[in-house]
């Protein structure tokens, strides 16, 4: 063999040699990947086509008292197509494609036929299985879309993709909105507001995970795994409020800050037994003669409350023994008085001369008072500790964020001057919100015990109960039985003869105090422009059952005082209470003259509508979907609103008819005796009072 076919050889065995020892490292490496490195790989592929996706919970929803949706999630579905789904043939897409973008664009109406049907075509075109049609619609849109063309068919047949969330409703739009609050999930300064926010650990509920697979576009869908967690929808939140009040807090606030040209104001309906917080109105401006919920000032805005703390200033003094006796003589002269290097004015021009005590609060004489208070108190930090005792310096923990701190000028502070313990007596150098001073008030009205305001009562697991919130006792009485006594008449006689006469009514005595502040600029001090208009008090005078307080601010037009600006407001509110909350006291029926409605009566809905029908008055809500109302006088016109009877207690039939009375009563179980003839004027047993079956009561009518 020659040398050069030895080369030759040598040549093709050394490439036989190097190709089979690669041929065995690709065996080998086949081998290591498909087995040492099986489980890396598929993990890696796993993550490259699926991924775990969370699955948020539905919250859960915030509710009225009577169970009314305040809040609530409701189902919206984000709809894609899978254009290229193999189900679709070519010519199905053609001959149904046009009348598809057709029906898309007049359900929607966000673009048009022609540019519904140019985007199907190039979706199809660069094969795309996930192609977003729209989102956030509601089922009834849904339930429209599965009706057309291709759609109809279905996800598998015809490519429909529907995916499932929810939105954050308030069925009554702005109702009580700024309390119901929201959770901002883009600003974390500001991200919990109101009860949603604050209660949010139970609304929330426990999120699940579901398995999504990649596909074109970057775009993923759901796939089927028997893994995948479901999630626990959150609880429910009820509240206190009463939709009822509620709206006409709102109305009536409205209507008084539209009246006046007020920058802002809110109005607190609370249960005198309870502290449960009925209503909650928050309203500020919000453009040319608009307002709206954007701040909630009855929890959060702390101002000086001007002559509504003079009660807390007399209190103090009574319960210091330092009040003089009622009849004794105060003079307020030409109503000024100068203390060091300011002078102390009266409301009233010219003054008021020589008052009583019980005077000088019935006309809230800022004379008088402060110079009762400051001859009392030789050491101005008694009279502040008496405050203090009355824990006015304490929030009172309404359970949601944004409570401002109360203030209560001290002698031990740099701003003390020798001007402070008399403007302290008549609500300057003070800070407190209108909830705090409605707290104080409520506590006069329940025998001195001061209730915690509570705006939930109750977290709710499929219509169960999981935690009660029960009222809660912040002071067991703040001041003496005796003084209370005399503090609740001195409220009823501001209405009765002094400052809010204009409340004044003959179906049910109302207690409560005016107030007219100066607002103090920070820059400028205090001017004779802005004011502060409040009435706060309580209902039924004896036997409160509701306390109210009425705050407008910055009033522009007409009146600032707080008996005409406010006071209506809490008028308004008090009737309607009155009219369909209460049983107890006298409904006046029928009317003087043919020329003013009737201010009550009571019966059922279509026989007052015939009556009112006949004698040409309108009434302006005849739909209101119950068989017993009660209409209500509103200016020249009447309203409707529905009449309640709670099972197992006496209702209050005072002026119905006989006729509707009698059948009230004998559904209730009552044996019923009738004397007299009209309507009924007087009853034998006490409206509220338990029912046992087969008891006897006498009912007499007006003649």
Not at 107 to 115: G, I, N, Q, V, Y
Not at 381 to 396: A, G, N, P, R
Not at 421 to 436: A, D, H, M, N, R
Request: net charge positive.
């Amino acid at each position: 063999m020659t040398d050069e076919k030895k080369t030759i050889l040598l040549r093709a065995a050394l490439i036989y040699i190097i190709t089979g020892i690669i041929g065995l490292a690709i065996v080998y490496e086949v081998f290591y990947i498909q087995y040492a490195e099986n489980k890396q790989w598929e993990e890696k592929g796993a993550k490259i086509t699926y991924e775990w996706e969370k699955v948020e919970a539905i919250r859960g929803n915030i509710t009225a008292d009577d169970g009314s949706l305040l809040m609530t999630s409701v189902p919206m579905f984000d709809v894609y197509m899978d254009v290229n789904c193999p189900n679709i043939s070519d010519n199905h897409f053609k001959n149904n494609a046009s009348a598809l973008a057709s029906n898309l664009a007049a359900l929607f109406k966000d673009k048009s036929h022609w540019r519904y049907l140019r985007d199907l075509k190039e979706a199809r075109r660069k094969n795309n299985r996930y192609f977003l049609l729209q989102r956030d619609i509601t089922y009834s849109q849904l339930k429209e879309m599965k009706s057309f063309p291709i759609l109809k068919r279905g996800r598998y047949r015809g490519g429909f993709i529907v995916e499932p969330n929810t939105e954050r409703i308030k069925p009554y739009n702005e109702l009580a909105s700024r309390t119901i609050g929201f959770i901002n999930k883009e600003s974390p300064d500001s991200k919990y507001v109101g009860i949603e926010g604050a209660y949010n650990e139970y609304l929330t509920g426990k999120g699940g995970k579901r398995l999504m697979q990649k596909v074109a576009n970057g775009e993923k869908i759901p796939v089927h795994y028997k893994k995948q967690v479901a999630p626990q929808n959150g609880k429910d939140v009820m509240t206190t409020l009463d939709v009822h009040i509620q709206d006409v807090a709102e109305s009536s606030l409205r209507e008084q800050l539209k009246k006046h040209g007020a920058d802002h104001g809110c109005a607190v309906v609370m249960e005198v037994e309870t502290g449960y917080i009925k209503a909650i109105a928050n309203l500020g401006k919000t453009g040319d003669n608009s307002y709206g919920e954007i701040y909630n000032f009855a929890v959060g805005e702390a101002s000086e409350p001007g002559s509504t703390f003079k009660t807390m200033s007399f209190l103090a003094a009574l319960e210091d023994g330092k009040l003089p006796p009622l009849s004794d003589s105060i003079e307020t002269g030409n109503g000024e008085k100068r203390y060091a290097d300011r002078t102390m004015t009266d409301a009233h021009r010219g003054g008021f001369g020589t008052l009583s005590v019980k005077e000088v609060f019935e006309k809230s004489s800022n004379v008088g008072v402060s110079t009762i208070i400051t001859e009392a108190y030789q050491e101005p930090e008694k009279f502040i500790e008496q405050l203090h005792d009355f824990s006015l310096h304490q929030k009172v923990g309404i359970g949601i964020r944004g409570e401002a701190q109360p203030f209560i000028n001290h002698p031990d502070n740099r701003q003390w001057s020798a001007v402070s313990l008399p403007w302290t007596s008549i609500g300057y150098e003070v800070k407190l919100t209108p909830l705090q001073i409605l707290t104080f008030y409520n506590a006069i009205a329940n025998d001195g015990r001061m209730m915690q305001p509570r705006l939930v009562k109750e977290i709710r697991q499929s219509g169960k109960p999981t935690k009660v919130f029960r009222p809660e006792v912040l002071q067991k009485s703040i001041a003496s039985k005796d003084n209370l006594d005399i503090m609740r008449t001195l409220l009823e006689k501001v209405v009765e003869k002094g400052t809010a006469q204009n409340l004044k009514n003959t179906l049910y005595k109302i207690a409560g105090k005016t107030g007219t502040a100066q607002i103090a600029n920070q820059n400028t001090g205090y001017n004779k422009t802005d004011y502060k208009a409040s009435f706060v008090g309580y209902f039924p005078a004896v036997n409160p059952k509701y306390s109210i307080i009425v705050v407008i601010n910055k009033p522009t037009k007409g009146s600032y005082y707080g008996n005409q600006v406010s006071g209506t407001v809490f008028k308004d509110i008090a009737d309607k209470l009155y009219a369909t909350h209460l049983d107890a006291g006298t409904e006046r029926v029928l009317p003087q003259d043919n020329t003013h409605p009737p201010i009550l009566v009571t019966g059922k809905r279509d026989d007052l509508q015939k009556i009112y029908n006949d004698m040409g008055y309108k009434v302006r809500n005849n739909d209101i979907n119950s068989d017993w109302v009660i209409s209500m006088r509103h200016k020249d016109t009447l309203r409707f609103d529905v009449r309640r009877f709670r099972p197992g207690v006496v209702p209050n039939v005072v002026g119905m008819s006989a006729k509707d009375a009698v059948y009230i009563l004998e559904k209730l179980g009552l044996n019923t005796r009738v004397y007299g003839k009209g309507h009924v004027s007087r009853q034998s047993l006490t409206p509220g009072t338990k029912i046992r079956k087969g008891r006897k009561i006498d009912i007499y009518l007006s003649s």
